[in-house]
């Protein structure tokens, strides 16, 4: 196992949703996993189902929105349950639709400022103990459009996590320098939380109607195409989309993303 023996730290992984399913899945690896998340009594509840199914973890509180407690996490892991092998920045705000100031500067210091400050420390980290390791981003299908068919959109989210793709290909080159590899999981809707409560109360045919998938991802599917993105040596900087009721896709590495563009003559 490429995790056996070392540290891995998920954030968010203190609710009911991916952050938990994804660090049972890297406990199972053989991972020491770094359980982080601001839901104290969540991520203790995540550490006791790791331990219950013969893994090893602790957990560690921290609220990605300040740098100091994100250092001290990524230090933490790579300190006391060294050599650090993953970082899974996992963590996000509270989806909320509107414009109101507190929530647009919210998910953006959850969304992209914290996975962007923990990378840093993080890769840091990997080149100071010479092991390598890899650094999973968790984004969206929401940050592949080029504009919405239907309403409800949420920018500021869309934008933070259209960054976390451009930051995972732009550190491509660390897998060369450093053995250090960059992926991002862009998923579609999972079932959890209020996504699968919508998905659920609505008909098949109100789904088609208002662009909602057909089905649901699994947060057992989106562990598992984590930890293929942690431990395949062959993927670095890639970032693989997987639409909800579609498979699993990696984009084509170099492309522009321009395809289906419409000439323009002035």
């Keep these: 196992m490429i995790l056996q023996g070392r540290s891995a730290i998920v954030t968010g992984s203190g609710g009911t949703g991916c952050g938990r399913a994804i660090a049972l899945r890297l406990a199972g690896e053989g991972a020491m996993v770094i359980v982080s998340d601001t839901n104290i009594a969540g991520g203790e509840q995540t550490l006791r189902l790791i331990e219950a199914s013969g893994g090893r973890a602790v957990f560690r509180a921290a609220?990605?929105?300040?740098?100091?407690?994100?250092?001290?996490?990524?230090?933490?892991?790579?300190?006391?349950?060294?050599?650090?092998?993953?970082?899974?920045?996992?963590a996000t705000a509270p989806f909320a639709h509107g414009y109101e100031m507190e929530h647009w500067l919210?998910?953006?210091?959850?969304?992209?400022?914290?996975?962007?400050?923990?990378?840093?420390?993080?890769?840091?980290?990997?080149?100071q103990a010479r092991h390598g390791g890899a650094i999973v981003n968790i984004s969206s299908i929401s940050a592949l459009?080029?504009?919405?068919?239907?309403?409800?959109?949420?920018?500021?989210?869309?934008?933070?996590?259209?960054?976390?793709?451009?930051?995972?290909?732009?550190?491509?080159?660390?897998a060369k320098t450093d053995n250090i590899r960059v992926n991002c999981l862009a998923p579609g809707w999972i079932a959890t939380g209020g996504a699968r409560e919508y998905w659920e109360s609505l008909t098949p045919e109100q789904r088609a109607e208002r662009g909602v998938p057909a089905s649901l991802l699994t947060t057992a599917q989106i562990a598992d195409a984590v930890?293929?993105?942690?431990?395949d040596d062959a993927l670095a900087g890639r970032v693989l989309?997987?639409?909800?009721?579609?498979e699993p896709k990696l984009i084509e590495w170099g492309d522009r993303g321009y395809k289906g563009a419409i000439p323009f003559s002035y």
Excluded: C
């Excluded at 930890?227 to 431990?231: E, G, K, S």
């Design 63 to 90: 609220d990605m929105r300040q740098e100091a407690q994100v250092r001290d996490l990524v230090a933490f892991a790579a300190g006391e349950f060294g050599p650090l092998g993953a970082l899974v920045n996992n």
């Design 106 to 127: 919210t998910t953006v210091e959850t969304d992209f400022i914290g996975p962007l400050v923990a990378t840093r420390y993080t890769v840091e980290a990997m080149r």
């Design 241 to 246: 989309f997987w639409w909800s009721d579609d």
């Design 227 to 231: 930890v293929r993105l942690a431990t």
């Design 145 to 174: 459009w080029h504009g919405r068919r239907t309403p409800a959109g949420a920018p500021v989210y869309d934008a933070a996590k259209a960054g976390l793709l451009r930051l995972t290909t732009g550190l491509a080159e660390l």
